[in-house]
């Protein structure tokens, strides 16, 4: 029998213990701080598999001396990090498989139609926070470990399950298992891609624009200047550098992707009297950082283009820029990269089609381990794009299965599998 | 000896205690709901003064019936409402003289040299926090009647000197005293006019403007609708507005006026992350209304222009208007009215120059009176008008004084005085 269809009778003949895993994992609603229940069921499943274990909680005092480190806490002593640990025979190419376990808050329950961490299963769909993001991929890693193991695969290349916390919150946990020695070749990484394979993803960063008025009561405006009105002045020049931005990005990666990298205002907030001219506005935003972009570039060009605005009142009282909460580092690895090839590859195969190849318009842990860990990152997963950090958040079972199947002939065919 | 010269003479000679009723009635903190202390200050006056006095506790439930009551309470069970009343000896024109006595809350204290209700003089600058908005104007009215009585006055027409509260929160004090009948064949009302005078006063009322948009992540804003941009094209259409409502304004008491009646928008939010479009933003303005139009009118050119707006989104998802808060009515008096002409004549007797006569760019109890009370109302006093509402809030004294004399003798003429 063909490797392929003992890897694929064995993950058919898995299927109702891995949904029930899948089930119990997103019960366990591991939002940030709650992350310890999660992260032992998996360190148990993974010695049950055989890998060796590591579960460790990282030091946070520590961390915070990295200058990649963005969290809003220090203390990880209720947030275990673990990797699992598949040992090669030798002169074979290093994978890490990476996952976060956290999930964002569930929001407003009434917009959800179960309870958010019901796990329950309609239609071929597993619903509940995290199941999408990204509790349903990383059982599609957990799953092809497994499979090869079943199968009796040895390896000659390392294999380093990354199964983490933070990634929500600003890559804290993939960002100790770096500094702790786990790093490789390349990696995967199954955000919820829709299937879709994103060998860049956009990084991206937080800023707050205030920009100051002059008060004076409302039947005398013209006696004061509108922070309102000059606020749309800088929402003018913001969309004109995200055109200038955007502009200059050729790489066919984006091909399909009407704003590679947007600049998004996402909140505002400014006076506070109808009958006053507000004196003061902010904007709060996320700028998209491309992969061969800095974050420092990018900070650089939008504090001088907001500088820059031609407005006299605004040359006189400049906007102030603070960048603040989170950050994300762009990733990237190299679209002929060996292993890019081999996922298509296996991609074909399984699915008997051509993968969609694309820039991911967000960022993920794939960033600090591109850049941080020097392990080139590929983000493919099974989960529904659209409905991560949405109510009624789902995964469909047979995605979970057939990712599964994809990179369990990724592993054997990159780290240099053989079979009994 | 000349009217004028007795009236002159007694008010010099009164000075000093008139100043040190004005600290003790500005030492009186009364913010909303403490107004007793200072009207039965007030009451004792024009007692000794010597009018009959009609102290009563409004009755809020039986006001909150009437279409143009507005307050954000309906219990003034501490909070009196004053009139004075000098019965004239017949067939003479009648005159309500009304000044307010609630004040705006001090607001921050560290923007305050001192404290907010000192009374203190310096440089002949009465300080504190109603001292210009409006208890200078009330001392000027009670001196000019005290000045009358004092120099052995009589009147043929009625006085009716209303002593009222809520004035800044939306006129109940004074919709109370026009309903107990104290109404005239015209009004004076010495709000904080820089001693210009106004025979047409601005109404305005408050609207909150609600905007949709359509949520999505930040990295593919282009799948969502920014209720920020939506926003920013809704505020282009209210400055068109304002455009078209100013450019058929053509009294001449505009004419030095920039924008006469300006809709300003004093508030805006919406969004709550960074990272996700916007699918709600609010925005919170007052509109102005001019002496000719009504209330009804301009709620209905507002909302069908923001209907109008040629937007697809918009026209789809319409935007939302209300009407909240606070409204004022505009108020007027015919520009010729004849106790124009009295006041503007004893204004040029007493400062030797011509006034300025303009339309005032807010509203004032005058809208009630002139409109309900059928009491057309000119608005002319001696506070200054950038400092009301403001830290270390005063008021120039011999204003006071000046404003009291040809208040005097505009009663005088207007109510058909003679002297002993």
């Given at each position: 029998m063909l490797v392929k269809e003992k890897l694929s009778n064995w993950l058919l003949k898995e299927k109702e213990n891995a949904l029930a895993f899948l089930q119990k994992t997103v019960q366990e609603a591991s939002t940030t701080g709650n992350e310890s229940g999660v992260q032992k069921i998996v360190a148990q499943k993974l010695e049950e598999i055989g890998l060796e274990v590591d579960l460790w909680y990282p030091d946070g005092e520590e961390l915070a001396?990295?200058?990649?480190f963005c969290a809003s806490?220090?203390?990880f002593s209720q947030s275990p990090n673990v990797v699992g640990i598949w040992r090669g025979s030798g002169k074979g190419r290093s994978l890490v498989l990476n996952g976060h376990v956290d999930v964002v808050p569930e929001g407003d329950?009434?917009?959800?139609?179960?309870?958010?961490?019901?796990g329950k299963i309609i239609d071929g769909k597993l619903y509940g926070r995290g199941s999408t993001d990204m509790k349903g991929g990383n059982l599609s890693l957990l799953l092809a470990i497994q499979a090869l193991k079943a199968t009796g695969t040895t390896l000659k290349g390392d294999l380093f399950f990354h199964s983490v916390i933070e990634e929500e919150s600003g890559g804290a946990g993939t960002l100790a298992a770096i500094l702790r020695g786990?790093?490789?070749?390349a990696a995967i990484i199954p955000e919820p891609t829709n299937m879709k394979i994103f060998p860049a993803q956009q990084g991206s960063m937080w800023f707050k624009l205030t920009i100051k008025g002059k008060a004076a009561h409302g039947g005398t405006r013209y006696e004061g200047v509108s922070a309102i009105e000059k606020a749309a002045v800088v929402l003018e020049a913001i969309k004109e550098l995200e055109s200038k931005r955007n502009n200059r990005i050729t790489d066919p990666?984006?091909?399909?992707?009407?704003?590679?990298?947007p600049i998004n205002i996402g909140k505002m907030g400014g006076g506070n009297w109808p009958s006053s001219v507000p004196d003061l506005v902010y904007l709060e935003g996320r700028i998209g950082v491309a992969p061969h972009e800095t974050l420092e570039e990018v900070k650089k060009e939008l504090e001088q283009y907001v500088m820059r605005i031609q407005d006299p009142w605004l040359n006189e009282h400049p906007v102030s820029v603070e960048w603040f909460g989170a950050q994300w580092l762009p990733g990237s690895i190299d679209p002929e990269h060996p292993l890019m090839n081999i996922l298509i590859r296996n991609y074909e195969h399984v699915r008997r089609e051509k993968p969609v190849i694309e820039a991911s318009p967000w960022g993920t842990d794939g960033g600090l381990l591109s850049q941080v860990g020097d392990t080139p990152s590929i983000v493919f997963g099974p989960?529904?794009?659209?409905?991560?950090?949405?109510?009624n958040e789902y995964i469909e079972i047979e995605k979970i299965l057939e990712a599964a199947e994809i990179i369990a002939l990724t592993i054997y065919d990159w780290c240099g599998g053989s079979s009994e």
């Open positions: 001396g990295h200058p990649n806490r220090t203390d329950l009434k917009q959800w139609d179960d309870h958010p961490f019901s786990y790093k490789a070749d990666l984006y091909k399909d992707i009407p704003i590679p990298v989960g529904v794009t659209a409905v991560a950090h949405y109510p």
